[in-house]
């Protein structure tokens, strides 16, 4: 049973580019969740997807957006990209009727 | 969500129990406690969760006190594999409704 699956697994972006990380939640979950984690804090709540709408969004500017597909799948977008993006983004999924999350391995993102 | 206080980090022998506390002074009364881990640059890992009663399973034993103001993990034989940040969270349990929030964690140093 794979859990949840993250991609790329590294990658490095310019300052004023854009970029997009996936996720694929794990079997039989519904609910996306992405973090972002920056070096040495714990993870921040980004937005919550659920029936492919954005359902709850943490303290982050509109350059952060989402998209969740019908299959549950997950984009997580981000414009203008400033050297403090550079962080792991965390794609967590979660089911109706399951207490907790399963976090994927993440994307290191880069910004240079 | 109520908030969690741990120490920064904290230092066990192998082979030996390691006991990581967590103040949450705040918590309600419909509020879960739960334990996730994070080895070096991966994704958490869920490892116990509680509401009132004591807890174990093949990981970890979480006991929380009789005022659910505090819980203690338990790793009963810590081992170099265990060296990890330990993350205390308390989240309402409405299933994949609301986020979780983490704080800074206690980072667990197993030493031969």
């Known amino acids: 049973d794979a859990g949840v699956t993250q991609s790329p697994t590294h990658l490095i972006k310019t300052r004023g580019q854009q970029v997009t990380l996936r996720c694929s939640p794990k079997s039989g979950h519904d609910t996306v969740s992405w973090y972002q984690q920056a070096l040495g804090q714990g993870p921040q709540f980004i937005f919550q997807?659920?029936?492919?709408?954005?359902?709850q969004r943490g303290n982050f500017p509109d350059r952060f957006s989402g998209h969740q597909f019908p299959n549950y799948s997950s984009e997580l977008n981000v414009n203008a990209l400033l050297l403090g993006d550079s962080a792991l983004y965390l794609c967590?999924?979660?089911?109706?009727?399951?207490?907790?999350?399963?976090f994927g391995s993440g994307t290191r993102l880069t910004v240079v | 969500d109520a908030k969690t206080t741990q120490p920064p980090s904290m230092d066990c022998a192998e082979g030996r129990a390691a006991n990581l506390p967590c103040n949450h002074s705040?918590?309600?009364?419909?509020?879960?406690v739960y334990w996730y881990r994070q080895i070096h640059s991966q994704g958490p890992q869920y490892i116990i969760h509680g509401l009132k009663n004591n807890e174990t399973n093949e990981m970890a034993s979480l006991i929380i006190t009789e005022d659910r103001k505090s819980s203690t993990l338990i790793l009963p034989h810590a081992t170099l594999r265990d060296t990890a940040v330990y993350y205390c969270i308390v989240r309402v349990a409405q299933y994949n409704f609301n986020k979780f929030y983490f704080g800074s964690g206690t980072k667990l140093n197993v030493k031969p």
């Open positions: 967590a999924s979660s089911s109706s009727g399951v207490l907790g999350y399963t």
């Open positions: 997807y659920y029936e492919e709408e954005e359902r």
């Open positions: 705040t918590i309600s009364g419909n509020e879960y």
